[in-house]
C-alpha cells in the first residue's frame, strides 16, 4: 500500500452493497487516490472470517465491516489488531444513536434492509414498470406511473428511470422528436409527475458523437449536427414552458444528482398544500 493506491477490504455479514456506497463516498473526498476494493459478503462465521483474514494478509489495507455477531466482530477485531491493520464499523455511531434516542437495543440479525417487504417488492414492481415503459413503449398505462421523463435523444432518460426505479418510483421515459410530437395524453396525465431534462447543445453533440462512434457509425449525420441539436433543445424547452413541465438541466448533473432532483419534486407535489 502507497500514500496514493492501497486496498480496501469490505467485509460485511450481509451483501456488502451498504459497505460500497460507504466507501465510494469517502473515496470521492480524495484527488488522485487509486483503490482497489475487495469484497468479502456474506461473512457470518469465524471460520469464514478466517479463510477471508488470510486473504487480507496477502493484500494489506483499510477494513471496513459491517458485522452483527459478537464473537465474529471480536475476532475480525483482534486479529486486525495482532497484524497492525486498521479497521473501521461506519455503522456504528448511527446505530449508538438510534439506540439511545429509541431506548431499544439493536436487533441482531444481519441483513434486515435486504428483507422482502412490501417496499422490496415496490421496488421490483417499479422495476419491471420502467423497463417496459422505456423510450415512449406503453402509454396506454402511463397514468399507472409515478414519474414520467421527458427530453430528446441522449438527454440521460432511461438511466434517470432506472435510478428512480430502483427507488421504488415507476417511471416512463419519453423521446421528444420534432417530426414526431408526443402524444397529447402526455400533457393530460394526472397522477404521475412530468419532469423534462434538457442539456447543453455541445455537450450533447459530444454524447451523440461518442455514441455513433461506439456502434462503428461515422458521426457526420443531422443526429450530431450542433445547429440541429439546438433546434431539438429550443424545441423540447418551449414544449416544457407551454405545459407547464418542470425543467431539469443535467448538463453537469449525474444520474444520481438528476434523480435527486426529481425525487424532491415528487416529494414536494405530495406534501399538503398549507
Not at 87 to 92: A, G, K, T
Request: proline content about 6%; some cysteine; overall charge negative.
Amino acid at each position: 500500500m502507497t500514500a496514493n493506491r492501497l486496498h480496501l477490504h469490505l467485509v460485511s455479514d450481509s451483501t456488502g452493497e451498504t459497505l460500497e456506497s460507504i466507501a465510494k463516498a469517502g473515496l470521492a473526498r480524495f484527488e488522485g487516490v487509486e483503490s482497489v476494493k475487495h469484497f468479502w459478503p456474506m461473512v457470518r462465521s469465524e471460520g469464514h472470517l478466517d479463510r477471508v483474514l488470510e486473504e487480507i494478509a496477502k493484500r494489506p489495507g483499510l477494513i471496513i465491516y459491517t458485522l452483527v455477531d459478537g464473537a465474529v466482530r471480536e475476532r475480525l477485531e483482534q486479529r486486525c489488531a495482532a497484524m497492525g491493520l486498521p479497521l473501521v464499523s461506519p455503522l456504528d455511531p448511527t446505530i449508538s444513536a438510534l439506540s439511545d434516542l429509541l431506548g431499544q437495543t439493536a436487533t441482531r440479525r444481519p441483513g434486515r434492509q435486504h428483507i422482502m417487504d412490501q417496499a422490496y417488492f415496490r421496488r421490483v414492481d417499479a422495476i419491471n414498470y420502467t423497463m417496459a415503459h422505456d423510450d415512449g413503449a406503453g402509454q396506454d398505462d402511463w397514468e399507472d406511473a409515478d414519474i414520467v421523463v421527458a427530453g430528446v435523444s441522449r438527454s440521460s432518460k432511461t438511466p434517470t428511470a432506472i435510478y428512480l426505479a430502483n427507488r421504488g418510483y415507476k417511471t416512463a421515459n419519453i423521446p421528444l422528436v420534432i417530426e414526431s410530437p408526443p402524444p397529447a395524453m402526455l400533457f393530460e396525465l394526472k397522477s404521475p409527475l412530468v419532469v423534462g431534462l434538457t442539456t447543453a447543445p455541445e455537450r450533447l453533440m459530444m454524447i451523440r458523437r461518442n455514441r455513433l462512434i461506439s456502434l462503428g457509425k461515422l458521426p457526420d449525420s443531422d443526429y450530431v449536427d450542433l445547429g440541429r441539436i439546438e433546434t431539438e433543445v429550443a424545441f423540447a424547452r418551449r414544449l416544457f414552458a407551454d405545459h407547464d413541465i418542470p425543467v431539469i438541466d443535467v448538463t453537469r448533473r449525474s444520474i444520481e444528482e438528476t434523480a435527486a432532483a426529481i425525487i424532491n419534486l415528487v416529494q414536494a407535489r405530495r406534501e399538503p398544500q398549507v
